[in-house]
């Protein structure tokens, strides 16, 4: 009688089977991990989208109470007063009342106070729907308020307003045009006739005054905090600055930006491998860049993939590619400049 060989059964892998179930899960997780960062980053960038339709809607509602939209930076005090006391007030927290935040804008006392040495608590507070959540920044942003004094921060905002096509400029051909000196209806003037957006330096701008279309007009747009592909933006703060209530340039590049046509300066995501930080904000300190002037980290920016998010004059938040025509970009910055712009 035939001998039967016994069956031995394997309990284990052969190491070349395990490199090989190995290499197939490193293969998957290839595969997979990009497509689990772009979900992330889609969730993310529509949280995005939904703080702009905030924004807007804040601002759209300011408008319908005041009948024009905020100044984009709230200019100082009148005539025989303490020049400048109650100023610097920035866009983002003259709309507070109109965004749920109706206890804190009574806290600020918005235009009646000064904005840090009665605000310094409650302009820390951080306020989820003016931070972009691509963007790693800091709560409290030390860097778009230094000038102020050491030791000074506001809570970040990632979003900064249009003042159209023009540089922001310390005097707007009126003699007290100066941010410091009266708001008077020729100061007022003044500043409209200079700066071509909806957001500037002592701002009142009316639904009329678009007169190319607010589908066609850029509201407010995103600034980043920090980048390694096009520098350190550092971002904004929503509250303001008390010295932005004293001078306009460079202060008011913190809160507010252009799109400079005449040089073709401040595309989105501009970058200056000369000056890849931030730094016209620092006067009168020394030997901190130009302290006078617009640096390429005053452009809009975003942590987005190819170019940034902006909320419309009509409420509607549109991505723009930093690969955007010169021509198309100044046209949607200018309010009124009766160009015809195509699809962008």
């Known amino acids: 009688m035939a001998r039967t060989k016994p069956i031995h059964k394997r309990t284990a892998f052969t190491l070349i089977e395990l490199l090989v179930v190995i290499a197939i899960i490193g293969v998957l997780v290839g595969l997979l991990l990009p497509a689990v960062q772009q979900a992330r980053e889609s ?12 924004i807007g809607v804040g601002l759209h509602n300011y408008n319908e109470s005041r009948q024009s939209f905020p100044p984009g930076v709230m200019c100082g005090g009148a005539v025989g007063t303490n020049l400048g006391q109650n100023g610097g007030w ?24 000064r904005v840090w040495n009665d605000n310094q608590s409650e302009g820390r507070v951080r306020i989820n729907f003016y931070l972009c959540p691509t963007d790693a920044a800091p709560a409290v942003n030390v860097e778009r308020v230094r000038w102020v004094g050491a030791g000074t921060s506001a809570a970040t905002s990632n979003y900064v307003g249009n003042a159209g096509t023009k540089g922001i400029r310390n005097t707007v051909f009126v003699p007290d045009s ?8 020729a100061n007022k003037g003044a500043a409209k006739a200079h700066y071509t957006g909806v957001l500037f330096p002592r ?81 009168p300190v020394g030997n901190c860049g130009n302290p006078y002037g617009v640096t390429a980290a005053d452009s809009w920016s975003s942590q987005h993939p190819g170019g940034a998010q902006f909320v419309f004059c009509d409420g509607s938040v549109r991505f723009l590619a930093e690969t955007i025509s010169d021509s198309t970009f100044a046209s949607i910055c200018n309010r009124s400049d009766g160009n015809v712009v195509g699809s962008f």
């Open 43 to 54: 969730a993310r960038r529509s949280s995005c989208v939904n703080n702009l339709k905030q």
């Open 203 to 283: 701002s009142a701008t009316y639904f009329r005054d678009i007169t190319d279309g607010t589908s066609k007009t850029i509201l407010v747009g995103e600034r980043d905090y920090q980048s390694t592909a096009h520098g350190d933006h550092e971002a904004s703060n929503w509250i303001g600055s008390h010295g932005a209530g004293w001078h306009t340039e460079p202060f008011h590049y913190n809160w507010v930006t252009i799109f400079d046509e005449a040089n073709s300066n401040l595309q989105i995501n501009d970058y200056d491998p000369a000056e890849p930080t931030n730094t016209p904000d620092c006067w």
């Open 90 to 113: 920035a866009w983002g927290a003259h709309i507070l009342p109109y965004c749920e935040e109706q206890a804190l804008a009574d806290d600020l006392q918005i235009g009646q106070s």
């Open 178 to 185: 100066h941010c410091a000196h009266e708001d008077s209806s």
